[in-house]
């Protein structure tokens, strides 16, 4: 199977053959490969509320060499969904129309709804046994987070928000480093933002705070000091809130440039990395989260699973 998951940063692909039925509900995907490339889909759109065209063309050339790849391993199905810059943008059909030409297949433009049970789903499937439910998932993405409450045995509540690192970092934050005004100005948004989630689901009830995508993984590895991106040594590490704070604190007083010294560092992630360290800050102390729990199986499992 094929899943395709292209956000407001990032597109991402990952070939998996899903487990026989006989082997259970917490049997794992086995990966094939996984592919991840910064495109930045959603430039401007908070804005201009449109999807630039240098920015489907990036898609386009990214989605072409995941194209061949799909077509070389033989993936029987393919599903590929689209979030928050393609629910928002005016000229959303100009990118729908490209996928279709490029791909062979029509994006699903997900609702914020279903863009949280499928992160839900990907990232509680593989779970340690001993991680204490309920959880409260956060998808940190580039221009929606997702919030969802529930267990193993399935979603409770869930809602989208539109906040995220790309969104945050454009409205917020174009000093390089942002002043500490910018930075205050930013924090009480998000504050503001996440209440208003946590109020609709019971994100301060839940036991364990699991956090996904590239903003999360990026914090984790960097309170870790690791040396290079280590999947394995950050998927499930639990890292404390003040190494959060820590961590947020000193990105936000980096530039860009220097950014791109810290050895983790993805390229196209060290512009807005400082937003979505702050997002993870501030859920963490609004929903008064201790620590939280990185998972690399995210959305894009998500979508492998629905096609079994």
């Not at 259970?24 to 959603?42: F, H, K, S």
Request: proline share 5%; with cysteine; hydrophobic share 45%.
């Amino acid at each position: 199977m094929a899943a395709i998951d292209c956000g407001t940063n990032s597109i991402r692909l990952l070939v998996a053959d899903l487990p026989e039925e006989s082997a259970g509900p917490q049997a794992p995907l086995t990966d094939v490969t996984r592919r991840m490339e910064i495109v930045r889909l959603g430039q401007g759109v908070d804005r201009t509320g449109r999807l630039a065209s240098e920015a489907i063309e990036r898609t386009r050339v990214a989605l072409a060499s995941y194209a061949a790849d799909i077509e070389k391993l033989g993936a029987q199905r393919v599903r590929m969904c689209a979030t928050s810059a393609s629910r928002d943008a005016a000229n959303a059909t100009d990118f729908t129309e490209m996928v279709q030409r490029t791909l062979g297949v029509a994006p699903e433009v997900v609702s914020g709804d279903e863009e949280a049970r499928l992160s839900f789903t990907g990232a509680v499937r593989g779970l340690p046994s001993d991680a204490e439910e309920p959880f409260l998932v956060v998808d940190i993405g580039g221009g929606s987070t997702e919030f969802v409450v529930g267990d193993r045995g399935g979603v409770r509540s869930a809602i989208s928000v539109d906040i995220g690192c790309v969104r945050m970092t454009e409205r917020h934050l174009p000093g390089d480093p942002p002043t500490p005004e910018q930075v205050a100005a930013a924090a009480a948004d998000i504050a503001a933002v996440v209440d208003q989630a946590l109020a609709r689901v019971p994100g301060r009830e839940a036991a364990t705070l699991i956090g996904l995508a590239g903003s999360v993984t990026t914090v984790v590895a960097i309170a870790q000091n690791l040396q290079g991106y280590d999947p394995e040594r950050i998927h499930h590490a639990r890292v404390s809130y003040e190494a959060v704070a820590r961590v947020t604190a000193d990105l936000l007083g980096r530039t860009s440039a220097q950014r791109l010294e810290i050895p983790v560092m993805h390229p196209g992630r060290a512009d807005v990395i400082g937003a979505g360290a702050l997002v993870l800050r501030v859920i963490m102390e609004r929903a008064g989260m201790p620590s939280v729990v990185a998972s690399e199986h995210d959305i894009l499992d998500g979508v492998a699973w629905s096609l079994q």
